[in-house]
């Protein structure tokens, strides 16, 4: 069981940076691939990128591919996302998960935090 609480969202200009953070706590936490989403009212859940569980392996949506990085760290059992060059489509709740398979699928994480919000203003 893997608990996550995703923390660091706000409002932000146009053109700003946020980094969120995803805190966990349960059992081993190491091995698990972390991957983000993003949510809008009215849209589908939106994959954003994930992190291997070693940290070297990542992959992004084309939509923030460059401006977005996830790094972790497991001795603090926390992965961020950096977003950078935001901008007003970014706004969106987004969420941190964990799951045993590299996807950008949804259905394939099994535990979820509640999200935190971001909000970019032009």
């Known amino acids: 069981q893997v608990q996550l609480v995703e923390s660091g969202g706000g409002l932000v200009q146009d053109g700003g940076s946020l980094r969120l953070s995803c805190a966990a706590s349960?059992?081993?936490?190491?091995?698990?691939?972390m991957g983000w989403f993003r949510q809008a009212p009215g849209k589908e859940r939106e994959f954003v990128g994930y992190i291997n569980w070693d940290g070297v392996g990542t992959y992004y949506s084309d939509s923030v591919k460059g401006r977005a990085t996830i790094s972790r760290d497991n001795a603090k059992d926390t992965v961020y996302l950096q977003m950078n060059s935001l901008k007003p489509e970014d706004t969106a709740v987004y969420l941190c998960?964990?799951?045993?398979?590299?996807?950008?699928?949804?259905?394939?994480?099994?535990?979820w935090g509640q999200g935190t919000q971001v909000t970019v203003s032009s």
């Open positions: 349960g059992r081993t936490f190491s091995t698990y691939v």
């Open positions: 998960a964990a799951g045993s398979v590299r996807s950008i699928s949804d259905y394939q994480y099994n535990y």
